[in-house]
């Protein structure tokens, strides 16, 4: 149980690292198709 809490940290911590990049992703690819559009 003690060997498993630190563990269960560094895998949310890289969770909500996915989950940063990808939400940069989604904007700039927003930024993109609305860049598009105004051509």
């Given at each position: 149980?003690?060997?498993?809490?630190?563990?269960?940290?560094?895998?949310?911590?890289?969770?909500?690292?996915?989950?940063?990049?990808?939400?940069?992703?989604?904007?700039?690819?927003?930024?993109?198709?609305?860049?598009?559009?105004?051509k």
């Open positions: 149980m003690i060997g498993g809490i630190p563990f269960g940290i560094e895998t949310r911590k890289k969770e909500i690292k996915i989950n940063k990049t990808l939400n940069s992703l989604l904007e700039i690819e927003n930024e993109i198709k609305r860049a598009l559009q105004k």
